[in-house]
Structure formats: C-alpha cells, structure tokens
C-alpha cells in the first residue's frame, strides 16, 4: 500500500527527496529543522492508549502546542533575567509532551539538557550545577521532589507551560545546540552537545539509509510507527528514534511500561513497524518465545528447530527464503509481534548470534547499529544476507562518516557532536573521536564488527555503560574481600563477583548481600548490575599479579568459583497466606524457578539474577491480578518480603 501520509508525493522515495532539498536550501539552522520537521501539519506525530481509546496527537497540533509553550518559557519569572542560549534541563519521560517542550526551550532561545532520569538524584543535581542550568523543566514525576532532592536551579512543572493562553515569542532566536547526558556512574557526568549542524548531519544519515535498504522504510497499512521503547534523553532514542523519523513525520506509540504483556500488546493493537531497543530486550523476548514454543511440546520444538535451521540455509537462495519465512514462520510471528514489524535495531552492547538467528530466522529484520554519545548512530547492518546480519555485523560508516583504527581502537571521523562538556567546561570537538571499542574491519565486504571495549566497560540492562573501575570502588566499606563487576555469559550479563571470608555465617552473608544492595542502590545502579555473585574465592589468584575480570567471568560462567548461597527467611507465619503463595508464585515465574527456590527475603536482583525488564513483568502482573498499583522503580521493592509489606499497605488503604 502506498503511503497517504508523504504530503502528495509519488512514493516516500520522491518525498524525503523533497525535504531534503527544501533542508539545503534552508538557512540550516535549528528555526529551520523544526520548520521542515512540523510542516506536515495533518501526519499523526503521537499515538497512545488511554484505557480503550487512541489518542492521537498531529504535528500541527504538536507545534501549536510548542509555541505556546515557548512563550510561557521565556516570560517565566525564573527565566527573565537568564541570556540568550542559557541552558535549560528537560527532565521527564517519552512523551508528546517531551517532544513539544524540547522545541519550546529551543524557541524561546535556550539550550536544552536532556536529563537521564535514571542516573541517581545527586548526581543529576551536580550536573545541572556545572553547566549553570537556568532552570529544570519536569513532569514531576521523573526527579525525586524538592525536598528529597534540593536542585541548584527552579524547577517548571508541566502544567504551568501547557495551561491556556500563552502566545509565540517575537523576534526571539532560537536556541543553538541540544545537550545529552551521558550515562556512566562516575562522580561525573559528561555532556556532548549537538549544533544545527550535526542534527542535519544525522538527518542526512538516516536519508542515506532509505536509499540503501528498502525494508527500513517499509509502512504497513500505508503507516510507519516506530514504538518510543528508548528514551528520547538517550542518544540512542533521540537520534535513532527520534530525529531520524521525525523529519520526515512519521508517527510514535507511547509505551505505557516495560512489562513484556505491555509491549505486545502496543505492538499489535498500534501496529507498530519499527522497533530500536537494546540487547538484553531481545535477548529475553527470544527467550519468552522460546519458552512458549518448548510448552507446546518436544515434536513442536523439534520442528520449529528443523524450521529455522532451514530458513536461514535457505538464505543462499533469497526468494525462496523468504518465500518459505513467510509462510512456513507465519504462526510464530503472529504469537510475536505480528505481522506489522518492518524493520527493527538493537545498539549498546552485544547481542548474541543465537537471537539475530531466531528473529531473522522467522521473517523480522533485526539488524546491529552503533553509536556512541559523543558521535551520535554512526553505522547500521543494512545488507539483505541472514549471513552477514547474524555475524553481528555492525556494516558500513553511514554517509558523512569515517572509520578508521588508531592500535585496535575505533575512531570515528565527520559529522559527530560539536563538543563535550566536563564539569561544565567546554571542549571543542576536532571531528574526530577516538571511541575505546575494539574493532575490527572484514575487507572483502567492508563490514565493521565491535569486539568490545578497551577498558573493559559492561553494558547494563537499559543501554548504560558501567565501568568497573569506577563501580568496584562504590562497594568499598561493605565487609567483602573484594569485587569485580565483569560481563558473564555469551550474551556478558553484568555481574558483581563479591569475594567473602571463607567461613562467613549465613548471618554475617545476609548483612553483607544488604550492605552490598544498598551501596548499588545509593549509586543508581539498582537493576542495571544483572546478577551478583558470591563465593568464597580470592578473586586475585595466586599466579595473577592483578584482577583479570575476563578470567573472573569464565570462572564464574564455569562455575569454578564457588557460589554461597544464604538459605534465607520465609514469612510462613504471614497474615494473609494466600496473598504471599500469589507473590511467591509471580517471583518464581517472572525468574523461571520453582517458588520453593525462592526464599522470602532472597533479592530480586542480587540473589536471583532477574533484570528490570523481569521486574517490571513481575510487577505488572501482579498489579493486575491484586489491583494495586507498582512504582516505576524496585528500590525497596526487590524481595518477597518488600512486595508483600507493600501490598498489605496497600490493601490497608
């Protein structure tokens, strides 16, 4: 079907040409980008489900909405006396709202900062603090409030900038860079800001990606919607998802959370065609199919496993291939995501052979990318060989862009971001960054692959980048012997080895394991660490002159290293019995184990290896069947023991 939303063009093809043309021959700055962006007034910008309607938001009415907003920004009493390109933070969560305000700063003629919502509290105050941030706008719910967390700066509410009234601002300039957070956990956040310049830069890869490959710019039943997974603070949801779309007005679905029953059922009911998420999403969306296919029994999983070994043989002959995905992988999509996915990426970090295998394998197109913050999406797998995908290709420097190796160390060259802040000083870019992953370069097809990081970085569940040296230090004072934060498994799961006194009491192990979640709590690191690990081995061996976190990780994947496990406490004398077997029983299905495995205080993450994204399965579940309502966050709430205190609560009132 063609596309009705291409503002009468031929064919998108004709369209993107056409924008591009009217973004040379503009002035090139951001006033113009956000002309070009919002001029296809009638082209659904948002789309979202509250309760059983869909609500939709149109470009016209986003821009409209922007001006307004913009207007109130620079009349606001907190901003009346800051200059021209003062720096104003963004803090909140995707939404139609997000996109509105990101322009209205920009319009009224300051810089906007993207917050990373998840970095802890204090660490976000002292980055608004370096870089003189005139003042935080915020949906109230994505910073701690004010008496929790006292901000250098006045903060915006929402309400008071989408209220009635409110008119554009005359002669204002608009704003000249937007700034993006990092999102390490050093004592320091670093900032990389993205001109007029650079924006366009991005804008021009992501058109140089529509001549290459046919399938990104695929529309099902005449749309194309991307689902807003990533957060549009992160370079990889702002870039990827947001600019890159956006330009060309296509539409975004709002995720109301991350729970896996949430995400199908947007997929399906909105129609979704491209999906940008990181590895760990995948990793355990195969994992759920997987599972399903295994229940329906042994014959089942045979065939399904003769199905997709077949399939991507079948690779060596295209149209047959794809004949036979189509029809003969037809059922296992439809209990996936359906038959609306187009196109699909998943960025930061490493994601195994065996997941690219099963998506391609049954029709999707999931395909590796890379970027960093500092560079923005530089390069994505665009080629039609299964071959190529799933050797986890990250291809070719997309246009404008260099990649060369400087000792092993990828070095990117062209259109990156203008230039860093740290602690709030500015460093210029040169146009060229040297990244710190290792990679290397296939000659015969000119395809770039990422080995991994020079300094031993590990990926957390949402994209993050942890750095062992600076997280192992936060875990000092805690009673270990030591700690190592290594990536374990074929797909690293970013683990914090805990070295303990070998003849520890199961006492003195349960203080140490609460000692040890509280520092990662303080830290922001909650749900980020994918599993902990606690053994009674030294983690320096007696022929290491250093800690070798590669051969920690094996030990550990081998099981060489000694686990202790605390047998823990059961709350058998419970008021309300059948509520806590309810809780036991979600707990054990949302980390596949038996509920008798699961002690009542064994923590969610540190003891039982789950994930965020496990979490928030768990807990969207039993929102459902208990009536009541999770936070957005596990702090606090990582044990049976933390969730059924917390329904009793609630039941109480």
């Known amino acids: ?103 209205a700063i920009l319009r009224a003629g300051f810089r906007p900062l993207l917050v990373n919502t998840r970095l802890p509290g204090k660490l976000t105050a002292k980055t608004l603090s370096d870089m003189s941030c005139a003042a935080v706008v915020t949906d109230g719910t994505s910073l701690p409030d004010e008496e929790s967390l006292p901000l250098p700066c006045p903060r915006i509410g929402f309400p008071e900038l989408f209220s009635e009234g409110g008119s554009a601002v005359p002669g204002r300039a608009f704003g000249s860079e937007i700034i993006v957070m990092s999102s390490g956990t050093s004592a320091n956040v670093k900032c990389c800001a993205f001109g007029a310049e650079a924006i366009a830069g991005q804008i021009r890869c992501s058109a140089g990606i529509i001549r290459s490959c046919p399938a990104v710019k695929r529309h099902f039943e005449g749309e194309l919607k991307l689902l807003a997974l990533l957060p549009f603070y992160h370079i990889f949801g702002l870039s990827a998802l947001y600019i890159w779309f956006a330009f060309f007005s296509r539409t975004f679905v709002r995720l109301g959370d991350l729970s896996p029953r949430t995400v199908l059922n947007t997929i399906r009911k909105h129609r979704v065609t491209h999906i940008f998420a990181v590895p760990l999403f995948w990793e355990k969306t195969r994992e759920a199919a997987v599972e399903e296919i295994k229940k329906r029994g042994e014959r089942t999983w045979k065939k399904f496993s003769k199905g997709l070994s077949l399939s991507l043989k079948l690779d060596a002959l295209p149209p047959v291939g794809r004949l036979f995905r189509r029809i003969a992988m037809r059922q296992v999509r439809d209990g996936l995501f359906g038959e609306s996915i187009s196109f699909m990426i998943t960025g930061g970090g490493c994601v195994s052979r065996g997941t690219l295998e099963f998506f391609n394998g049954i029709g999707y197109r999931l395909v590796n990318g890379y970027g960093m913050t500092e560079t923005g999406i530089t390069s994505v797998e665009l080629g039609d060989s299964l071959r190529i995908i799933c050797s986890g290709s990250v291809g070719m420097p997309l246009d404008g862009i260099d990649y060369s190796l400087e000792d092993g160390i990828l070095a990117v060259e062209g259109r990156i971001s203008d230039c860093t802040f740290r602690e709030g000083v500015r460093v210029p870019s040169e146009g060229r960054f040297v990244t710190g992953d290792l990679a290397t370069r296939d000659e015969k097809t000119g395809r770039w692959y990422i080995c991994g990081r020079s300094d031993e970085l590990v990926v957390g569940a949402s994209g993050e980048n942890l750095n062992p040296n600076i997280v192992e230090p936060l875990f000092d004072g805690c009673g270990a012997r030591g700690v190592c934060l290594c990536g374990v498994g074929d797909v690293p799961v970013p683990t914090l080895v805990v070295s303990c006194d070998p003849y520890i009491t199961e006492e003195n192990l349960a203080l140490l394991k609460e000692r040890i979640k509280s520092a990662a709590a303080a830290a922001g690191l909650t749900g980020l660490i994918g599993g902990y690990y606690f053994t009674s081995s030294p983690l320096i061996g007696k022929d290491d002159f250093k800690l070798n976190r590669r051969l920690i990780a094996g030990r550990v994947a081998s099981g060489e290293l000694r686990k202790i496990v605390c047998g823990g406490e059961r709350l058998d004398g419970a008021a309300d019995p059948e509520l806590l077997s309810r809780i036991r029983a979600a707990f054990a299905a949302a980390l596949g184990k038996e509920p008798g495995d699961i002690s009542d205080d064994a923590d969610f993450f540190a003891d039982c290896g789950g994930s965020s994204f496990d979490w928030f399965a768990m807990t969207s579940g039993l929102s459902e069947l208990l009536g009541i309502g999770f936070p957005q966050s596990a702090d606090g709430l990582s044990s049976i023991k933390d969730i059924y205190k917390y329904s009793e609560d609630r039941k109480k009132d």
Do not use: C, Q
């Open 1 to 103: 079907m063609t596309p009705a939303n291409i503002a009468g063009y031929r064919n998108i093809d004709s369209f993107v040409e056409a924008k591009l043309s009217k973004l040379d021959a503009s002035a090139g700055d951001l006033a113009a980008i956000s002309g070009l962006m919002f001029s296809e007034k009638e082209n659904i910008l948002w789309e979202e489900s509250r309760g059983y309607r869909t609500v939709k938001v149109t470009y016209g009415e986003a821009e409209e909405a922007s001006v307004r907003a913009a207007g109130k920004l620079a009349s606001h009493p907190a901003l009346a006396d800051a200059p021209h390109d003062s720096v104003v933070a963004l803090a909140a969560g995707n939404s139609a709202e997000w996109i509105e305000l990101l322009w």
